[in-house]
């Protein structure tokens, strides 16, 4: 399986200006071949194939005096451009006809100035030796080797973020690791005030990055709308909001690796409620506690690395009543307000915490086993019987048992 492996650089104020170069040329190329492609569409015209792209926004361009300057880059990144430009085009189509499961593609769009920046390289413009990597027509990058890496990439990435650091990327071919088998199993229940409770009964708070510093967001946010558009106080204001950006998204996504990596190691089998969470962001008093928790990426970390570790992945349907179900008796209590944390069941009057009862019911709902009636179904209650019940816990069955 491949797998990427990223690493801080730092280039020096000379490969800095050359990476500029190059993060321009390859934004041209892009946004040159896109609208030319659009206006085809538009002339009622089919799209060019990809070689005759290459041969004209790149061999003749480079001819031209607007494009001359093409030649003093790479010419490798350029045409990786035009083929993930292909291949965007490719995966809209796809959508389009129903070939494409997931979220339906957009088509491409124009690469801005301002927003990330990237350009990849094959095995043909970049060498790797002794820790020691070369990138055609930029020099030797200084990179910070967190980790060794398991075999000589295939491709290499140079990313520069909108808060200005520079990153790159290799691609490489590992091998699943099959982690020693136990007889562990985990039902995961996601939620807000506690982003993971397991059925164990152990639960994981979030550090919840945004609401910690929302204020000095709206501080960065005021100062930059307050600036002139373009000027050098813009840009660093700007710069300075990308940066806060990027310390969310760091300390969300650090917390999400180690728990899906320790959650991983110590069960061989997780199960996991499918969400919504593409229509429970649309709830605007809730959107922006969800988007801080970020459970669609827990859920793909941990996708990722139960196939990177032999591990089994189980995902129950978003329809099952796990929060209303009694774990001990399967007795089905009805629907519950998100007020209500813990409640008592109405046939066997057991006790539960409604996030650690939902996460033994996804446990059971994933077919690990079988509820504990004994029977794997779920218990009748008689009518008699749950009327009696409910009459001693919710008010208006009392009123119905002394007026009906």
Same mark, same amino acid.
């Given at each position: 399986?491949?797998?990427?492996?990223?690493?801080?650089?730092?280039?020096?104020?000379?490969?800095?200006?050359?990476?500029?170069?190059?993060?321009?040329?390859?934004?041209?190329?892009?946004?040159?071949?896109?609208?030319?492609?659009?206006?085809?569409?538009?002339?009622?015209?089919?799209?060019?194939?990809?070689?005759?792209?290459?041969?004209?926004?790149?061999?003749?361009?480079?001819?031209?005096?607007?494009?001359?300057?093409?030649?003093?880059?790479?010419?490798?990144?350029?045409?990786?451009?035009?083929?993930?430009?292909?291949?965007?085009?490719?995966?809209?189509?796809?959508?389009?006809?129903?070939?494409?499961?997931?979220?339906?593609?957009?088509?491409?769009?124009?690469?801005?100035?301002?927003?990330?920046?990237?350009?990849?390289?094959?095995?043909?413009?970049?060498?790797?030796?002794?820790?020691?990597?070369?990138?055609?027509?930029?020099?030797?990058?200084?990179?910070?080797?967190?980790?060794?890496?398991?075999?000589?990439?295939?491709?290499?990435?140079?990313?520069?973020?909108?808060?200005?650091?520079?990153?790159?990327?290799?691609?490489?071919?590992? @091998?699943?690791? %099959?982690?020693?088998?136990?007889?562990?199993?985990?039902?995961? !229940? #996601? =939620?807000?005030?506690? &982003?993971? *409770?397991?059925?164990?009964?152990?639960?994981?708070?979030?550090?919840?990055?945004?609401?910690?510093?929302?204020?000095?967001?709206?501080?960065?946010?005021?100062?930059?709308?307050?600036?002139?558009?373009?000027?050098?106080?813009?840009?660093?204001?700007?710069?300075?909001?990308?940066?806060?950006?990027?310390?969310?998204?760091?300390?969300?996504?650090?917390?999400?690796?180690?728990?899906?990596?320790?959650?991983?190691?110590?069960?061989?089998?997780?199960?996991?409620?499918?969400?919504?969470? @593409?229509?429970? %962001?649309?709830?605007?008093?809730?959107?922006?506690?969800?988007? !801080? #928790? =970020?459970?669609?990426? &827990?859920? *793909?970390?941990?996708?990722?690395?139960?196939?990177?570790?032999?591990?089994?992945?189980?995902?129950?349907?978003?329809?099952?009543?796990?929060?209303?179900?009694?774990?001990?008796?399967?007795?089905?209590?009805?629907?519950?307000?998100?007020?209500?944390?813990?409640?008592?069941?109405?046939?066997?009057?057991?006790?539960?915490?409604?996030?650690?009862?939902?996460?033994?019911?996804?446990?059971?709902?994933?077919?690990?086993?079988?509820?504990?009636?004994?029977?794997?179904?779920?218990?009748?209650?008689?009518?008699?019987?749950?009327?009696?019940?409910?009459?001693?816990?919710?008010?208006?069955?009392?009123?119905?048992?002394?007026?009906?």
């Amino acid at each position: 399986m491949k797998a990427r492996y990223r690493y801080r650089i730092y280039p020096t104020v000379g490969q800095q200006m050359a990476l500029a170069r190059l993060f321009g040329c390859v934004r041209v190329i892009w946004n040159d071949a896109l609208a030319f492609c659009i206006n085809q569409y538009k002339n009622g015209e089919k799209k060019p194939k990809n070689a005759e792209l290459q041969k004209q926004f790149i061999t003749q361009a480079k001819r031209t005096t607007q494009r001359e300057w093409l030649s003093k880059v790479s010419c490798v990144p350029l045409q990786q451009a035009l083929n993930d430009l292909e291949q965007a085009y490719q995966n809209f189509f796809k959508s389009c006809k129903g070939q494409r499961k997931g979220k339906h593609v957009l088509p491409p769009k124009f690469k801005k100035r301002h927003a990330k920046q990237s350009a990849r390289f094959t095995q043909r413009g970049f060498t790797l030796r002794s820790d020691c990597l070369k990138i055609a027509k930029i020099g030797k990058l200084k990179i910070a080797w967190s980790r060794p890496l398991p075999c000589v990439p295939s491709s290499v990435t140079l990313i520069k973020d909108a808060a200005g650091r520079y990153f790159v990327s290799f691609v490489v071919e590992i @091998a699943s690791e %099959v982690l020693p088998k136990n007889e562990n199993s985990v039902g995961i !229940d #996601l =939620g807000i005030a506690t &982003f993971a *409770t397991l059925d164990n009964g152990q639960k994981y708070y979030a550090p919840k990055p945004l609401k910690k510093r929302i204020n000095r967001l709206r501080r960065l946010s005021k100062n930059l709308s307050g600036k002139t558009r373009g000027s050098k106080r813009y840009e660093r204001a700007k710069k300075r909001k990308a940066k806060l950006h990027a310390k969310l998204k760091d300390t969300r996504t650090d917390f999400l690796h180690k728990l899906s990596t320790q959650i991983i190691r110590e069960n061989q089998t997780i199960v996991l409620e499918d969400l919504n969470v @593409a229509g429970m %962001v649309k709830n605007r008093k809730l959107s922006r506690a969800i988007s !801080d #928790l =970020g459970w669609r990426q &827990f859920r *793909t970390y941990l996708e990722g690395k139960a196939e990177k570790y032999s591990r089994e992945f189980r995902v129950i349907s978003r329809w099952e009543p796990t929060s209303q179900t009694c774990s001990c008796c399967g007795f089905r209590g009805g629907k519950l307000d998100l007020c209500v944390r813990n409640w008592t069941c109405l046939n066997c009057g057991t006790t539960h915490d409604r996030d650690v009862n939902a996460a033994r019911n996804i446990l059971v709902a994933g077919g690990h086993s079988e509820t504990k009636t004994g029977r794997g179904d779920r218990c009748q209650t008689p009518a008699k019987g749950a009327a009696v019940r409910e009459a001693s816990t919710h008010r208006e069955y009392v009123q119905l048992s002394l007026f009906g």
